[in-house]
């Protein structure tokens, strides 16, 4: 039956998002503003303070402890809900790491966290009174999952910065007008002396740490404010217990306890409102209501829960989504019983559109009556087998992409009850004719096992593995995002390591069987190959305030590149194929960011582009919808339907079949044949890219269009510059693109650059023809102190094929740009450009 497959971090891992903007503060007079003081309100002895905190955090969310391996409660710095800065990073000093001191994998869990004489977070002056004071330290008890270095939250694990929104003591609203304001919960409340004030109340503007709070007076150490209470409590006993708070927003939502009927009316409401991809998939909530609940009420008449279990399934296929799914424990016989019978051959379609048999089981059916493989199927029971398949409604159904619906339906087509007794199957032997054959159905599950995209996948597998291939170039499989993200990490990164202390020439990256699991730990792991900061996407969910999809313009999905010697700038090849899912998708898509990889499989990936949460049904079943509507940096609907489409497409034909079936792995064959030699590679090109006008090539660069360099695979330092010689760039290119060329020379005065270039001549060549310097824009200008000189145009509408451009710099005498000698020769730059046709 269907694998569920999750990209899952929008749906729970919100820990870290913060507000977007501020309301207007009015202003009434000119004058700073005097906060009112009102009396303190102490619910213990004011002499000591609290020193241990304890409580418990319970969650419902199905997917909370999906991949955690180092669960940590932190007294958390909370400097960035004071200021409103999302990108404010929890001081490491700042951080006391609390004990779980129960089973965390059980809810309720709990914890206990003892706080330090005297805290190392960040200072802020809250009362507004125009007079500066030394301040307050604000804390709240979050949790958090600790992924990467030591045992303190770095800037990945804070999910880029901000302040907790799920999870911990405070109480934070998703209303878009007041988005991540803190409404409640508890504080902890650090003073440095007893001259120190802190917030009563909210205020007018229903906010904390504005003009118009009240405030009241704090003892000097520790206090618990209690903002449930109004005004706000101040607690300072030694002991006080703060309960972890999972909002409304990530709890699971529990049908369990209603009819059937009122249960799936639940449901049907729930996806009409909620569900990320309606007007996408055309949808029509009513009508599909209309269409099913009478088969709930029916169920619901007649006490028949097997009625009800499939009046559910019948539900969720309908719906056009890999990611809609339910736990399917009361169909399981039927499933059973549905695929038991096999005919021993199983069937693929190759790309002109024939249906073969691409296994026959020796000795079985198919075998007895004389079929062969690569034999062409005809037809099932008279029925034209193309018509057959695409009426099979598989059990691993619904589909988002319909290419890979077709792969499933060619699976289930050849199975059947065991009481369907024969088959009429007409076929013809390659070179043979055509012939007809009843076929006895019969228990055998060779030809279902080997028609899996799974087969062969160790179950037990680690999430991340890696080898050097006999080519020379590495391979990593990346089977899950949803495993032990520390285990999975910790051998990313040594991977990555052992690749570039090796100075392994490309990698090949396998996440042809990966289900998916956490997004963010997708976009980090995808970081590694990038040495900048990128944008790669966003997603909206529905708002139950606002009734309407609200995306959060802070929430941007961002790669994080690690440390320098970390990062991977080679050659990269990414295989993806339909079990490729969900955060899987998302990692190989933003590996096509700036064309960093490039995509080979024989099919796309699934085209599960959201994200998803659970809720439940009665008799103990669990669905899954899409809630999150993912999107790209521009704000396109990117994977949903589509999936991630190899840039190589690899052939499906029968020799491909036939190698496949011998156990040859003809999709990494053309990795490595992608990876050794860039497509485009021998093809002489139709003509040279189209050179911008001068007003073009300035519009270019302004605009921050690549360099040609940027797309190269080699990468060179300063030093490599410094003595005559040529270097080499190659630049495949998966689509066309604006790219800039450039030379330029920079000195540490004018005097000295136009006396250097009195001594240097330069030569543009491209696809064997010399350019003209006055095709280029030249441009005379400051850089970092120094004094530079440009040479540049910009390369657009690139023909298919393999280009040459070089540019030559000859040194006619020594040189000296005011900081080092250059020799006399010719300085090189060859660029061999790549685009595949």
């Given at each position: 039956?269907?694998?569920?497959?999750?990209?899952i971090?929008a749906?729970?891992?919100?820990?870290?998002?913060?507000?977007?903007?501020?309301?207007?503060?009015?202003?009434?007079t000119?004058?700073?503003?005097?906060?009112?003081?009102?009396?303190?309100?102490?619910?213990?002895?004011?002499?000591?303070?609290?020193?241990?905190?304890?409580?418990?955090?319970t969650?419902?969310?199905?997917?909370?402890?999906?991949?955690?391996?180092?669960?940590?409660?932190i007294?958390e710095?909370?400097?960035?809900?004071?200021?409103?800065?999302?990108?404010?990073?929890?001081?490491?000093?700042?951080?006391?790491?609390?004990?779980?001191t129960?089973d965390?994998?059980?809810?309720?869990?709990?914890?206990?966290?003892?706080?330090?004489?005297k805290?190392?977070?960040?200072?802020?002056?809250?009362?507004?009174?125009?007079v500066?004071?030394?301040?307050?330290?604000?804390?709240?008890?979050?949790?958090?999952?600790?992924?990467w270095?030591d045992?303190?939250?770095?800037?990945?694990?804070q999910?880029?910065?901000?302040?907790?929104?799920?999870?911990?003591?405070?109480?934070?609203?998703?209303?878009?007008?007041?988005?991540?304001?803190?409404?409640?919960?508890?504080?902890l409340?650090?003073?440095?002396?007893?001259?120190?004030?802190?917030?009563?109340?909210?205020?007018?503007?229903?906010?904390?740490?504005?003009?118009?709070?009240?405030?009241?007076?704090?003892?000097?150490?520790?206090?618990?404010?209690?903002?449930?209470?109004?005004?706000?409590?101040?607690d300072?006993?030694?002991?006080?217990?703060?309960?972890?708070?999972?909002?409304?927003?990530?709890?699971?939502?529990?049908?369990?306890g209603?009819?059937?009927?009122?249960a799936?009316?639940?449901?049907?409401?729930k996806f009409?409102?909620?569900?990320?991809?309606?007007?996408?998939k055309?949808?029509?909530?009513?009508?599909?209501s209309?269409?099913?609940?009478?088969?709930?009420?029916?169920?619901?008449?007649?006490?028949?829960?097997?009625?009800?279990?499939?009046?559910?399934?019948?539900?969720?296929?309908?719906?056009?989504?890999?990611?809609v799914?339910?736990?399917t424990?009361?169909l399981?016989k039927?499933?059973?019983?549905?695929?038991?019978?096999?005919?021993?051959?199983?069937?693929?379609?190759?790309d002109?559109?024939?249906?073969?048999?691409?296994?026959?089981?020796g000795?079985?059916?198919?075998?007895?009556?004389?079929?062969?493989?690569g034999?062409?199927?005809?037809?099932?029971?008279?029925?034209?087998t193309?018509?057959?398949?695409?009426?099979v409604?598989?059990?691993?159904?619904?589909?988002?992409?319909?290419?890979?619906?077709?792969?499933q339906?060619?699976?289930?087509?050849?199975?059947?009850?065991?009481d369907?007794?024969?088959?009429?199957?007409?076929?013809?032997?390659?070179?043979?004719?055509?012939?007809?054959?009843k076929l006895?159905v019969?228990?055998e599950?060779?030809s279902?096992?080997?028609?899996?995209?799974?087969?062969?996948?160790?179950?037990?597998a680690l999430?991340?593995?890696?080898?050097?291939l006999?080519?020379?170039y590495?391979?990593?499989?990346?089977?899950?995002?949803?495993?032990?993200?520390?285990?999975?990490?910790?051998?990313?990164?040594?991977?990555?390591?052992?690749f570039?202390?090796?100075?392994?020439?490309?990698v090949?990256?396998d996440?042809?069987?990966?289900?998916?699991?956490?997004?963010?730990?997708?976009?980090?792991m995808?970081?590694?190959?990038?040495?900048?900061?990128?944008?790669?996407?966003n997603s909206?969910?529905?708002?139950?305030?606002?009734?309407e999809f609200?995306?959060d313009?802070?929430?941007?999905?961002?790669?994080?590149?690690?440390?320098?010697?970390l990062?991977?700038?080679?050659?990269?090849?990414?295989?993806?194929?339909?079990?490729?899912?969900s955060?899987?998708?998302?990692?190989?898509?933003?590996m096509?960011i700036?064309?960093?990889?490039?995509?080979?499989?024989?099919?796309?990936?699934?085209?599960?582009?959201?994200?998803?949460?659970d809720f439940?049904?009665?008799?103990?079943?669990?669905?899954?919808i899409?809630?999150?509507?993912?999107?790209?940096a521009?704000?396109?609907?990117?994977?949903?339907?589509?999936?991630?489409?190899?840039?190589?497409?690899?052939l499906?034909?029968?020799?491909?079949?036939?190698?496949?079936?011998?156990?040859?792995?003809?999709?990494?064959?053309?990795?490595?044949?992608?990876?050794?030699?860039p497509?485009?590679?021998?093809?002489?090109?139709?003509?040279?890219?189209?050179?911008?006008?001068?007003?073009a090539?300035?519009?270019?660069?302004?605009?921050?269009?690549?360099?040609l360099?940027?797309?190269?695979?080699?990468?060179y330092?300063?030093?490599d510059?410094?003595?005559?010689?040529?270097?080499?760039?190659?630049?495949?290119?998966?689509?066309?693109?604006?790219?800039?060329w450039?030379?330029a020379?920079?000195t540490?005065s004018?005097?000295?650059?136009?006396?250097?270039?009195?001594?240097?001549?330069?030569?543009?060549?491209?696809?064997?023809?010399?350019?003209?310097?006055?095709k280029?824009?030249?441009?005379?200008?400051?850089s970092?102190?120094?004094?530079?000189?440009?040479?540049?145009?910009?390369?657009?509408k690139?023909?298919?094929?393999?280009?040459?451009?070089?540019?030559?710099?000859?040194?006619?005498?020594?040189?000296?740009?005011?900081?080092?000698?250059?020799?006399?020769?010719?300085?090189?730059?060859?660029?061999?450009?790549?685009?595949?046709p």
């Amino acid at each position: 039956m269907k694998t569920r497959s999750f990209q899952i971090f929008a749906s729970i891992m919100i820990l870290c998002m913060a507000i977007v903007a501020c309301a207007p503060k009015l202003e009434t007079t000119k004058l700073t503003p005097v906060p009112t003081t009102v009396p303190i309100a102490v619910t213990a002895a004011d002499d000591s303070g609290p020193k241990t905190v304890t409580g418990t955090l319970t969650y419902t969310n199905t997917f909370f402890t999906d991949g955690v391996a180092e669960p940590v409660i932190i007294l958390e710095d909370q400097g960035g809900f004071v200021t409103r800065d999302r990108k404010f990073l929890i001081p490491v000093e700042s951080q006391v790491i609390g004990e779980i001191t129960s089973d965390f994998y059980t809810s309720p869990f709990t914890y206990s966290l003892s706080l330090p004489s005297k805290p190392n977070g960040t200072l802020h002056d809250v009362n507004h009174d125009g007079v500066d004071q030394a301040g307050v330290m604000v804390f709240a008890v979050a949790y958090w999952t600790n992924t990467w270095g030591d045992p303190f939250l770095e800037r990945r694990d804070q999910g880029g910065g901000g302040w907790s929104s799920a999870y911990a003591s405070t109480k934070i609203t998703d209303d878009p007008k007041f988005y991540l304001e803190v409404t409640g919960g508890k504080y902890l409340v650090y003073a440095p002396d007893g001259q120190q004030q802190f917030p009563s109340g909210f205020g007018a503007d229903k906010k904390l740490f504005t003009d118009d709070d009240p405030i009241m007076d704090l003892a000097a150490g520790w206090s618990m404010i209690n903002m449930d209470q109004s005004p706000f409590l101040i607690d300072r006993s030694e002991n006080p217990t703060i309960e972890l708070i999972e909002p409304e927003s990530v709890a699971l939502v529990d049908f369990s306890g209603l009819s059937y009927t009122k249960a799936f009316d639940g449901m049907a409401e729930k996806f009409k409102n909620e569900y990320a991809f309606t007007d996408l998939k055309k949808i029509d909530w009513d009508a599909k209501s209309a269409e099913f609940r009478p088969r709930f009420v029916e169920a619901e008449k007649n006490k028949d829960k097997h009625a009800y279990a499939l009046a559910l399934r019948d539900f969720l296929w309908s719906i056009p989504d890999t990611h809609v799914g339910y736990s399917t424990d009361l169909l399981d016989k039927d499933f059973s019983e549905e695929i038991a019978g096999g005919l021993g051959f199983a069937m693929r379609e190759t790309d002109d559109g024939k249906i073969i048999a691409n296994f026959v089981l020796g000795g079985g059916p198919a075998a007895a009556a004389g079929m062969t493989w690569g034999a062409e199927i005809i037809s099932i029971d008279g029925v034209s087998t193309t018509d057959v398949v695409e009426k099979v409604v598989p059990w691993s159904s619904p589909f988002s992409n319909t290419e890979i619906k077709r792969l499933q339906q060619l699976r289930y087509a050849t199975r059947f009850k065991m009481d369907k007794g024969q088959v009429e199957v007409k076929f013809k032997n390659v070179g043979g004719a055509e012939k007809t054959a009843k076929l006895e159905v019969v228990n055998e599950f060779d030809s279902w096992n080997f028609s899996s995209f799974r087969r062969g996948v160790d179950a037990e597998a680690l999430p991340v593995e890696f080898d050097l291939l006999p080519s020379g170039y590495g391979y990593i499989k990346i089977s899950s995002f949803l495993d032990n993200d520390v285990l999975s990490i910790q051998v990313w990164e040594r991977a990555i390591k052992y690749f570039n202390d090796n100075k392994v020439p490309g990698v090949i990256l396998d996440l042809r069987n990966n289900g998916g699991g956490s997004g963010w730990l997708a976009d980090q792991m995808a970081a590694y190959f990038f040495d900048k900061e990128i944008i790669v996407g966003n997603s909206s969910q529905y708002n139950k305030i606002t009734g309407e999809f609200y995306t959060d313009p802070g929430g941007e999905a961002i790669m994080l590149p690690p440390r320098a010697d970390l990062q991977y700038s080679g050659p990269v090849v990414v295989m993806v194929g339909p079990s490729c899912a969900s955060a899987c998708e998302f990692f190989s898509y933003n590996m096509t960011i700036n064309d960093r990889a490039t995509i080979v499989g024989q099919y796309p990936s699934d085209g599960a582009g959201g994200s998803v949460e659970d809720f439940s049904m009665p008799e103990a079943i669990t669905v899954q919808i899409t809630i999150g509507r993912a999107v790209d940096a521009e704000g396109n609907i990117h994977l949903e339907g589509k999936g991630v489409v190899p840039d190589v497409r690899v052939l499906v034909t029968a020799e491909t079949l036939q190698k496949l079936a011998n156990g040859e792995d003809v999709v990494l064959a053309a990795a490595e044949k992608v990876i050794s030699e860039p497509q485009g590679a021998g093809v002489t090109p139709s003509g040279p890219p189209e050179m911008a006008s001068a007003a073009a090539a300035s519009s270019a660069l302004t605009s921050g269009k690549s360099y040609l360099e940027d797309l190269a695979r080699e990468k060179y330092v300063a030093a490599d510059f410094g003595a005559p010689g040529s270097l080499a760039y190659t630049i495949p290119l998966t689509k066309t693109d604006t790219l800039v060329w450039m030379y330029a020379w920079c000195t540490k005065s004018t005097d000295i650059l136009n006396q250097n270039f009195k001594n240097i001549e330069l030569k543009f060549a491209m696809d064997g023809e010399n350019i003209p310097l006055d095709k280029f824009k030249t441009e005379d200008l400051e850089s970092g102190g120094q004094q530079c000189r440009l040479y540049y145009t910009a390369l657009s509408k690139w023909p298919a094929g393999e280009h040459h451009l070089s540019t030559t710099a000859t040194f006619k005498t020594s040189i000296n740009d005011g900081s080092a000698d250059y020799a006399p020769g010719d300085y090189i730059l060859d660029y061999a450009v790549y685009l595949k046709p």
